[in-house]
C-alpha cells in the first residue's frame, strides 16, 4: 500500500464493505479549490500528453498510435497491455467511459500477459470486442500461443508495438547509467508470421497509414494481427524526472559515445525533443 503515492490513512477490505463504513464519518464539503487544483493540474498534464500524440511524417510514435486505438475501437472494447511501455501508453491515452475494460499485470509486472489475457477476455466476452497492445519483446516470449487463436476461433485484435527493443528495460538501463547492451530484438515481420498461421497480418511502417490499418483491422470479422513499426527511441518520461536519473541519463550518453554509440544518442534526441 502507498507504493506509489504518499498516504496519511490506509485502509485494506473490501471496497464496498470499507466505502460503506468511511461515507458515514466524511463531511460534505463546499470549498472547491483543491478540487479545482487538481483539474487544473489535469488540463495542463492532458496537454503535454497530447502534444506527443500527434501525427509525425518521421516516424510512428507509440503515442500515436495508442491514442488511435481508442479513437478506433469500440465503445465497450476490453483491453489487455503487455507489462513495459505498452502499459504507460495504454494509462495515458485509451479514453475509459466506464464500458471499457483495460487489463494488465499491474501488480506482478510479469511480460508477455497481453496475448493470453485477450484469449481468455474473447473466451469470456464472446461478444465484445477485445484488443491485445503487446510489445515485440513480449508478444515474441509467448508466440506459441498465438496458434491458439486460430484453434479456438477468437477473434481478437492484436496490435503489436515493433520497436525491436526491449523497452523498458532499455529506459531502466539508461536512466542508471548504462548502456543497452543485450536489449535489442531482431526486426521481426510478426504480420508475415501472422499469415503463415493463418491470420490476417497488416503491417504498418508509415504513421500516415495508421489510421486506415486500425480501421480495417476493427472491421474484420475474425482475428487480425497489426505490426506496427515504431520509434525505437521512444522515452516513456514520468511526470517528474528524479536528479538521480538525469545523472543517469548524462552517464548514459557519455559511455554510449566513448563506446562509439553516438548515433543512439543523436536518434535519442531526434525522437524525443526534435520531432
Avoid at 474473447?122 to 486460430?150: E, H, K, N, Y
Amino acid at each position: 500500500m502507498a507504493r506509489t503515492a504518499k498516504s496519511t490513512w490506509r485502509w485494506w477490505g473490501d471496497i464496498k464493505a470499507t466505502l460503506r463504513a468511511l461515507l458515514p464519518l466524511v463531511e460534505e464539503k463546499s470549498n472547491r479549490k483543491f478540487l479545482d487544483k487538481a483539474l487544473e493540474h489535469y488540463r495542463d498534464a492532458r496537454k503535454g500528453l497530447d502534444d506527443l500524440a500527434k501525427l509525425s511524417d518521421k516516424a510512428i510514435h507509440p503515442q500515436y498510435l495508442a491514442q488511435q486505438i481508442s479513437h478506433f475501437a469500440a465503445d465497450d472494447a476490453i483491453f489487455t497491455c503487455d507489462v513495459g511501455t505498452p502499459t504507460v501508453w495504454a494509462a495515458r491515452y485509451l479514453k475509459m467511459n466506464g464500458k471499457r475494460r483495460l487489463l494488465g499485470s499491474f501488480n506482478h509486472g510479469s511480460m508477455a500477459n497481453a496475448m493470453p489475457q485477450a484469449l481468455g477476455a474473447q473466451a469470456t466476452a464472446p461478444g465484445r470486442q477485445v484488443i491485445a497492445m503487446c510489445g515485440d519483446g513480449g508478444f515474441s516470449m509467448l508466440m506459441g500461443d498465438f496458434l491458439s487463436v486460430v484453434q479456438m476461433k477468437l477473434p481478437i485484435k492484436i496490435v503489436v508495438f515493433n520497436n525491436s527493443v526491449l523497452g523498458f528495460v532499455a529506459m531502466e538501463m539508461k536512466a542508471g547509467g548504462y548502456l543497452t547492451d543485450g536489449t535489442e530484438l531482431h526486426d521481426t515481420n510478426f504480420a508475415r508470421i501472422a499469415e503463415a498461421c493463418g491470420i490476417t497480418g497488416i503491417r504498418v511502417e508509415k504513421a500516415a497509414d495508421v489510421d486506415g490499418a486500425l480501421q480495417r483491422a476493427f472491421s474484420i470479422d475474425g482475428p487480425v494481427l497489426v505490426d506496427v513499426v515504431v520509434a525505437k527511441e521512444e522515452l516513456a518520461i514520468p511526470p517528474q524526472i528524479k536528479l538521480e536519473q538525469a545523472k543517469g541519463f548524462s552517464l548514459y550518453m557519455l559511455r554510449a559515445i566513448i563506446s562509439g554509440r553516438g548515433d543512439e544518442v543523436i536518434e535519442l534526441a531526434k525522437t524525443n525533443w526534435l520531432r
